[in-house]
């Protein structure tokens, strides 16, 4: 997961029988993502019902055999430059990563590095602090479906949530799935 905000995460039948699950946090220069990734830890922790061991790493690149993780949390993905995403894609490639998050920059490039295999696109909306109003939302998922990305990681506005505002939170996550769909 690139540029992680959030932490919705699909989980397999098989994910769920795993004794336990092994993340690998990866830092951008000293990015501090401890949170993000203690927010992963105890969801699935209470979902799953197992043990979670969570590795650090820190720089844009990573340990050399990613196999032994099933999940990896890259926080800075949003900082990477263009023949650093390169890297990053074929890297997924080469691990046939169920999906990727990238910032909408390099949708084309991941179009173009992914295409023969079955790895997800996904990309942002409201990055990084779910300012935005609930329109420009709304006109971001929509150009982003147009450029063709599977998954959509949208931020919700973090205001909202402190001033318990859910009716807004509400009403935004609904315009934005009305322009998804199923």
């Known amino acids: 997961v690139t540029g992680v905000q959030t932490c919705a995460l699909p989980i397999s039948k098989e994910e769920k029988e795993l004794e336990k699950i092994n993340i690998l946090g990866v830092n951008f220069d000293n990015v501090t993502m401890n949170e993000a990734v203690q927010v992963c830890e105890n969801f699935l922790k209470k979902y799953t019902g197992k043990e979670i061991c969570v590795e650090w790493t820190s720089g844009n690149t990573f340990p050399e055999d990613l196999s032994k993780y099933d999940l990896i949390i890259h926080c800075g993905g949003c900082m990477l430059n263009e023949n650093e995403m390169k890297e990053f894609l074929k890297k997924a490639k080469e691990?046939?990563?169920?999906?990727?998050?990238?910032?909408?920059?390099?949708?084309?490039l991941a179009k173009e590095i992914l295409k023969d295999s079955n790895i997800k696109i996904g990309s942002v909306?409201?990055?990084?602090l779910g300012f935005e109003d609930t329109e420009s939302k709304v006109g971001e998922a929509k150009e982003l479906i147009?450029?063709?990305?599977?998954?959509?990681?949208?931020?919700?506005?973090?205001?909202?949530?402190?001033d318990e505002r859910y009716d807004l939170i509400e009403n935004e996550i609904t315009q934005i799935k009305e322009v998804v769909g199923d």
């Not at 909306?125 to 990084?128: A, I, L, N, S, Y």
């Open 146 to 162: 147009k450029k063709g990305v599977d998954e959509l990681e949208v931020v919700m506005n973090l205001s909202h949530l402190k």
């Open 125 to 128: 909306v409201g990055f990084p």
């Open 95 to 108: 691990l046939n990563f169920n999906s990727v998050v990238i910032s909408p920059t390099y949708i084309s």
